[in-house]
């Protein structure tokens, strides 16, 4: 771990892994070292946000270095499952690029489980990792403008769900009912880092 | 229930309060007013607790009417408020009876104004914030004409002043606090000089989630594509288009490296900057390579 000052209030933890990532939040979050306010985990790093009248950088860097990381396993762990009809306009692109056939490419979409690596773009936009590292999917040259909520779609080594319609360079494969993003439910989002999501084909 | 009515909103107005905490890994950030400083002086004169929602109004236009007795103060950018067309002071508050309306013009000096009723701004909280995140499309509705707003519906402590005698923001040259990192090692040496040294001219295209500046190249030592990581707001992004300062509606995470970021006080300063004035960077932590921490390896 390495760790980097960040203005006033934050810190970067840096990982060599998304693994290594998910374990130290999973930690963290769990057993929060005094002054810590907020946790952000992302591909290698998480920030860390903390409150300057109870702790410093570097006291805080020095909690977190002798933290005792513990080992996440998702044995067990339930998985959200996804309904998706794999109607998207790029599942030919999709299937061309990793060599598949449709029926193969949802054999595989739904084949595995999907780990959400963290949030960003939108408000309930988790990046999902899974069997897609050494093959990333090249985004589109030209973004839609206009991108319905419930798409499905890929791009470089992660999948993901567009919570809400909006402009958007990922490719479609297919589109669910899931609902992405609550303000009615705590937390607001149905996919939260860590989480492991199960897609399901239905007609 | 007390309330005032929106007749115009001006170029653009938003309730902001001091944004929502604890979203961030949801994909939500902390939003807030970007001027910190006028805003709690604004909610300070009329007796308000710190979190009140306030009125942010950007390039004055603004006006309200109202339908009951309002106490009200004005911070920020001066944009000559009037009662009824008799001018009041800035920093100060004062009255708004049942039936006038409060009028701002454009300032001629920075950008955002502040305006603060006593009780507050009463919308909706969603996610435990009334502010308006541009960004992640999130809380009460930019204002538009016909607006209603709850107002004054809350009570605490009268204040013990009803004038506040500080700075204004300022045209000309804005000298601007940070600290070094997270990313200062992904720029060569010369580009954390030019950094420092280099005239940074505010873009037209600057908002609440970022202030955009152009000047000198800033020559990457690391060339690889960054990892997506979480920003702190302050952060000074370095994209090949020019650095961005990020305000209070920033994204949560950014795949460009950061070099700095700048201090609170500061970046009060900088949400009150137009477009062609120029910034220039000053380092508080003095050493231009971070400190460095002992990497710790585990088993």
Redesign the interface.
Known sequence: ??????????L?VESDSLDEVLNCFATLESDPPEGV???????????V?YDRDRTTYDAL?SAI?GTQ?RRRTDRGAPATEIPVRYDGEDVAFVQDFLGFTRDQLVEWHTGQTWRVA????????GYMVGDLEDRPVPRLEEPRVDVPAGAVALAGEFTGIYP?SSPGGWRIVGHTDAVLWD?RTE???LL??GGLVQFVEVP | MTSMTVVTPGPFATVQDLGR????????GRSGAVDRTSFALANRLVGNAPEAAALEVTMGGLSVLAHHHLYVAVTGADACARVDGVLVGHHTAFVVEAGQILTLDTPTVGVRTYVAVRGGIGVDA??GSRSTDTL???GPEVLRPGAVLPAGNLSGRFPSTDFAPVATPTAGHLTVD??????DSWFTADALSTLCAGDWRVDAASNRVGVRLQGPRMARARHEEL??????T??IQVPPSGPIVFLDDH???GGYP?VG????ASLDRVAQVRPGQVIRFRPVDRTSR??Q?P??T?P
Do not use: N, Q
Request: aromatic content about 10%; proline content about 11%; hydrophobic content about 40%.
């Open positions: 771990m390495k760790f980097s000052p960040c203005g006033t209030h934050h970067l306010l907020d946790l952000l985990p992302a591909a290698r790093t998480v920030l946000e860097s270095a990381i963290f949030t960003g773009f939108a408000p309930g936009f809400r303000l937390p607001p989002a939260v880092p | 905490r604890g979203y961030s890994r949801y994909g939500v969603v996610l992640a499309g999130l940070f600290r070094w990192g997270p990313r990892p997506s990581e979480g920003v702190a302050g952060s994204p949560v995470t950061v970021v700048v201090d609170r971070r400190r921490h990497e710790r585990r």
